[in-house]
């Protein structure tokens, strides 16, 4: 590897082509968190296939804030840009709710997909979400959730990109 510690390659393959190929290689695909460019090239110099970033951690690494839905869409992208300029692991990305509504989610998945993530996963939980694991957590209806999945689906400018709903 060279002395700046990134990678020289240039994958051939999308990088939701790339996330899905790690994911039929390893069962189960460990796919390990990383905060920043430097978490991620040492995730990649230590053998993982995949690498995730959550929206906590961005809250917290990048703005010393909690995960209390107060990042943005360009916040989030900006991030990805900085973690897939520096390594070319497949990069999945917690989008929380989407920034908004489809038009936002659309925006969102054109920007997650030229800025170099493969994979993204989405809540259902309303646009003042709060972290997974707290208290007093409220949920959209099915069909705006539906709404959500179908504008990720329809934006995707990479048929390989790959979305996770959670609910």
């Given at each position: 590897?060279p002395?700046d510690?990134?990678?020289?390659?240039t994958?051939?393959?999308t990088?939701?082509?790339?996330?899905?190929?790690?994911l039929?290689?390893?069962?189960?695909?460990q796919i390990?968190?990383?905060?920043?460019?430097?978490?991620?090239?040492?995730?990649?110099?230590v053998g993982h296939?995949?690498i995730?970033?959550a929206?906590g951690g961005?809250?917290?690494?990048?703005?010393?804030?909690?995960?209390?839905?107060i990042t943005?869409?360009n916040d989030?992208?900006?991030d990805?840009?900085?973690?897939t300029?520096?390594?070319?692991?497949?990069?999945?990305v917690?989008v929380d709710t989407?920034?908004g509504?489809?038009?936002n989610?659309?925006?969102?998945?054109?920007?997650?997909i030229?800025?170099?993530?493969?994979a993204?996963?989405?809540?259902?939980q309303v646009p003042?979400?709060r972290?997974?694991h707290?208290?007093?957590k409220?949920i959209?209806?099915?069909?705006?959730?539906?709404?959500r999945i179908?504008?990720?689906v329809?934006a995707?400018t990479d048929?390989a990109?790959?979305?996770?709903?959670l609910?």
């Open positions: 590897m002395d510690f990134r990678s020289t390659s994958p051939a393959l990088a939701g082509a790339r996330f899905r190929a790690a039929a290689g390893d069962e189960p695909l390990v968190g990383t905060i920043n460019p430097f978490c991620a090239i040492v995730a990649q110099r296939k995949a995730y970033v929206g961005l809250a917290t690494y990048s703005h010393g804030l909690p995960d209390l839905a943005t869409l989030v992208l900006d990805v840009r900085r973690i300029d520096a390594c070319d692991l497949p990069l999945m917690d989407g920034f509504g489809v038009f989610i659309r925006r969102l998945v054109k920007g997650l030229k800025d170099g993530a493969a993204m996963h989405i809540e259902d003042l979400k972290c997974g707290r208290p007093h409220a959209v209806t099915t069909a705006e959730m539906v709404d179908k504008a990720s329809d995707r048929p990109f790959f979305i996770v709903a609910a």
